[in-house]
């Protein structure tokens, strides 16, 4: 059974930083392809930012980039977002979200989804 949990969230001014934390059970981020969406009030899902599965490529939202870095740490299990420079537009709530399929490649199929923490961005 897969599940994916997230921490990190809370409470930042414009300006600040949080970090984001993905822990995952019966699956290892090693092999899989991993990614962030978030979810404002009012608005539709977004893509925020993916990862290879090796690592080596990453990608982002337009809105998010130069300020967020998504990485990992395969010992722990464990996927990050680093959200600098935070702005109110930012707040949202954030999803983990896993490939189905092990050593995927482009287009991601994200299946496994954790179940989201708040981030909330205050001026």
């Known amino acids: 059974q897969v599940q994916l949990v997230e921490s990190g969230g809370g409470l930042a001014q414009a300006g600040g930083s949080l970090r984001l934390s993905c822990t995952a059970s019966?699956?290892?981020?090693?092999?899989?392809?991993m990614g962030w969406f978030r979810q404002a009030p009012g608005k539709e899902r977004e893509f925020v930012a993916s990862?290879?599965?090796?690592?080596?490529?990453?990608n982002y939202a337009d809105s998010v980039k130069g300020r967020f870095t998504i990485s990992g740490d395969n010992a722990k299990n464990t996927v990050y977002l680093q959200m600098n420079s935070l702005k109110p537009e930012d707040t949202a709530v954030y999803s983990c979200?896993?490939?189905?399929?092990?050593?995927?490649?482009?287009?991601?199929?994200?299946?496994?989804w954790g179940q989201g923490i708040q981030v909330l961005v205050s001026s």
């Open positions: 019966g699956l290892s981020f090693s092999s899989h392809n």
């Open positions: 990862m290879h599965w090796t690592g080596v490529n990453t």
């Open positions: 979200t896993a490939d189905g399929l092990a050593f995927g490649s482009y287009p991601y199929n994200f299946r496994y």
